[in-house]
T-cell receptor
Framework: GAVVSQHPSRVICKSGTSVKIECRSLDFQATTMFWYRQFPKKSLMLMATSNEGSKATYEQGVEKDKFLINHASLTLSTLTVTSAHPEDSSFYIC???????????????FGPGTRLTVT | RKEVEQDPGPFNVPEGATVAFNCTYSNSASQSFFWYRQDCRKEPKLLMSVYSSGNEDGRFTAQLNRASQYISLLIRDSKLSDSATYLCVVKIYNQGGKLIFGQGTELSVKP
């Protein structure tokens, strides 16, 4: 089945530094990927839709200059948390859908997530 | 009002019990519906899609009522391994196909 990977799986960084998270679709091309954030005991909240070759679409309340998204190829999207602060500590998950008809299923596949801790 | 609302949990049930989860959605443009399962500190995994006619996959049965904007998941003969958080999810096509998640219902199956 379709597989999405994320790297790194876990990162600890100091306040003020930037962190880049990669999301890759391993066996299909994805023109659209999604980035979510999940706080403990809470559900996933969509942050932005990453569009290959164009600007990302951010959800209301998500700062585009804080969370930089680049979708430079059909298999890779990156999320950079700039000038990270402790309140940015969270579980970041990406997802992607195979093109309609590729698997015959209308579903998204999730990466394993990246746990970010900002000290 | 949240776009997708689920039963508040947690549900604590003995092995073998039947448990039902309810979910309502507010966006009438919602066009696809899913139940995902999320284990602690892991990513969500698709449990099953939900179709208007209702569908069953082994011990799991999903129902959709578009008129009431209501989705349900029934788990029969629950197993210890069913312990997880169950997420009700809707896909909205006129918003780029993004997924909207409910807050999740935690299930704990005890011996």
């Amino acid at each position: 089945g379709a597989v999405v990977s994320q790297h790194p799986s876990r990162v600890i960084c100091k306040s003020g530094t930037s962190v880049k998270i990669e999301c890759r679709s391993l066996d299909f091309q994805a023109t659209t990927m999604f980035w979510y954030r999940q706080f403990p005991k809470k559900s996933l909240m969509l942050m932005a839709t990453s569009n290959e070759g164009s600007k990302a679409t951010y959800e209301q309340g998500v700062e585009k200059d804080k969370f930089l998204i680049n979708h430079a190829s059909l298999t890779l999207s990156t999320l950079t948390v700039t000038s990270a602060h402790p309140e940015d500590s969270s579980f970041y998950i990406c997802s992607a859908s195979p093109p309609w008809g590729n698997t015959g299923k209308d579903e998204q596949y999730f990466g394993p997530g990246t746990r970010l801790t900002v000290t | 009002r949240k776009e997708v609302e689920q039963d508040p949990g947690p549900f604590n049930v003995p092995e073998g019990a039947t448990v039902a989860f309810n979910c309502t959605y507010s966006n009438s443009a919602s066009q696809s519906f899913f139940w995902y399962r999320q284990d602690c500190r892991k990513e969500p995994k698709l449990l099953m899609s939900v179709y208007s006619s209702g569908n069953e996959d082994g011990r799991f049965t999903a129902q959709l009522n578009r008129a009431s904007q209501y989705i349900s998941l029934l788990i029969r003969d629950s197993k210890l391994s069913d312990s997880a958080t169950y997420l009700c999810v809707v896909k909205i096509y006129n918003q780029g196909g993004k997924l909207i998640f409910g807050q999740g219902t935690e299930l704990s199956v005890k011996p």
